[in-house]
């Protein structure tokens, strides 16, 4: 089979062997900029879009990626060459595979090559919307201070170099004071990150920021700007070399880096649009008024079952997270701890059933086609803990209700941050707190466990409550005594 790369001359050529984009991709407007096009954002908000373009005479929503961070320089690169073209993979429960070419990208922008135009763009009449999947920790949140990190070395650059910034908050700023000096009507900034109330976190982070670097802005911002909170939901593995060579092989596409992703996919946002928004509820999204029970149900029930699973599954030398739900042990213990100890937090969810959504999620995990990497979810556990699994634990301590599955889980975090698994082999520790997380566990191995509650900057002060040092102390030596199988087994049967 002949080969072609993707790209847009391209498209006729391959349009026999997998759906392309059907809209002229030339007519489409582009009215919303993304920052942080990686695969999450591309199997999501833009395959969203795309949905929308396709079913819909609608073209005023494209997309400007913007790439923020000069690591992001091989996915700009990519894209740009691919006219923004790529494709998504969609791996059923069956083992079969869904692929379409996505058009909704239409331009493409590298901040640190070109601040400029970044900034511009960001502040044209036509950007309605700015929508961001900076990740967990690119919010500038310290729990310790439970503030803005002002001290940030990034932050105190960004403020005295507002021409070329290195944050979001100094390019957003940058942009707004823009559009207000030039009479242009505000925009939506939308969160598409894991995190409780992204919006409300979005907006209390992002005026911080200006209160430091713009104080005459803060005001323009709360009368123009809106921050809807959303809740985000796809897996989405990273690509493998495996996914690039199939669909080579299988279509005859060259396309250096496809999205693979789940079937399932959801995405609930708050309706506060202050400059029109696409009707993306025609495609499958909802819009409502009060988002924030259904982001808690996510971030405690999916994120967190994650991090159990990739924790739990990294020390006993799992690869994938099918894996490590599909061993029985690992599975009760993740079950009883969604059902025992973060369902009774989730109180106010009214007209869900828990129960049926816990089942989905031990279905989806268990997907064997997806082969979700536990590198992945364990990457940035640090940014991750804070809001997956520590409020669920902050809950239950304000009721005075068990933490020790949490706690469990905690300990099971400081053994594997020493870098090793139960078999001795090296495991790569990737968080920005690496070395932080390292110093502490191996003093927590040698002095007393609860030394790895120390780091403020994750847990607060969680370190004073004795409840959940009592049980994080005992499992901690259990888990180093008997081994993480063994132990979890004596858990789901007490
Ligand atoms: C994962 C998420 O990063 C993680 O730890 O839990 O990326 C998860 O796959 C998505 O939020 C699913 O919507």
């Not at 080969?3 to 002229?24: F, G, M, V, W």
């Not at 079969?96 to 070419?101: A, F, G, I, M």
Request: glycine share 6%; hydrophobic share 40%.
């Amino acid at each position: 089979m002949t080969t072609y790369k993707l790209n847009q001359e391209n498209l006729s050529k391959i349009a026999d062997r997998i759906s392309i984009p059907a809209y002229d991709r030339n007519a489409i407007k582009t009215g919303i900029i993304h920052v942080g096009v990686g695969g999450f954002h591309r199997a999501h908000q833009a395959l969203y879009t795309d949905r929308l373009l396709h079913d819909s005479s609608i073209t005023d929503w494209g997309i400007c990626g913007v790439a923020l961070l000069p690591h992001d320089k091989k996915i700009y690169d990519i894209l740009k060459n691919q006219d923004g073209l790529y494709t998504l993979m969609v791996k059923e429960f069956d083992g079969s595979l869904s692929k379409r070419v996505v058009g909704s990208i239409t331009e493409l922008l590298f901040a640190p090559e070109n601040p400029k135009s970044v900034i511009d763009k960001m502040a044209s009449p036509d950007i309605k919307i700015i929508t961001l999947t900076i990740t967990e920790g690119g919010y500038n949140y310290s729990e310790a201070l439970e503030a803005f990190d002002a001290q940030n070395p990034d932050i105190l650059y960004d403020i005295d170099h507002p021409e070329s910034p290195k944050t979001i908050f100094g390019y957003l700023t940058q942009a707004l004071k823009l559009r207000k000096s030039q009479g242009v009507d505000g925009c939506t900034i939308q969160s598409c990150d894991n995190i409780q109330s992204n919006g409300d976190m979005t907006k209390a982070m992002l005026l911080s920021y200006v209160k430091l670097a713009e104080p005459g802005l803060v005001s323009w911002i709360n009368k123009n700007v809106s921050f809807p909170n959303s809740m985000v939901d796809r897996i989405t593995p990273a690509t493998a070399a495996e996914d690039i060579d199939m669909l080579k092989t299988e279509s005859g596409v060259e396309d250096a880096w496809p999205v693979v992703c789940e079937p399932f996919k959801q995405w609930i946002i708050e309706d506060e649009f202050v400059n029109g928004r696409p009707l993306w509820d025609i495609v499958g999204a909802r819009f409502v008024k009060d988002v924030e029970p259904f982001e808690k149900m996510k971030l405690r029930l999916l994120n967190a079952g994650h991090t159990v699973l990739g924790i739990l599954g990294a020390l006993v030398g799992y690869e994938t997270i099918d894996e490590a739900v599909n061993d029985v042990n690992i599975r009760e213990f993740l079950k009883n701890y969604l059902h025992l100890e973060v369902k009774p937090t989730l109180k106010d969810l009214e007209n869900v059933d828990l129960d049926a959504y816990i089942k989905s999620l031990i279905q989806r995990f268990g997907n064997v086609s997806i082969k979700d990497q536990i590198d992945r979810i364990c990457s940035e556990s640090s940014a991750k803990f804070p809001i997956f699994v520590l409020p669920t634990v902050k809950s239950n301590l304000e009721i005075a209700k068990s933490t020790e599955l949490a706690a469990f889980v905690v300990a099971a975090w400081a053994i594997y941050s020493l870098g090793k698994d139960e078999q001795g082999n090296n495991l790569v520790v990737k968080d920005a707190l690496a070395t932080t997380l390292h110093e502490y566990a191996v003093q927590a191995a040698q002095e007393q466990p609860k030394y790895f509650l120390e780091i403020e900057s994750v847990f607060g002060n969680l370190k004073a409550s004795e409840a959940f040092i009592t049980a994080y102390e005992n499992a901690y030596h259990s888990i180093v005594n008997k081994g993480v199988i063994n132990s979890v087994k004596s858990e789901n049967s007490s």
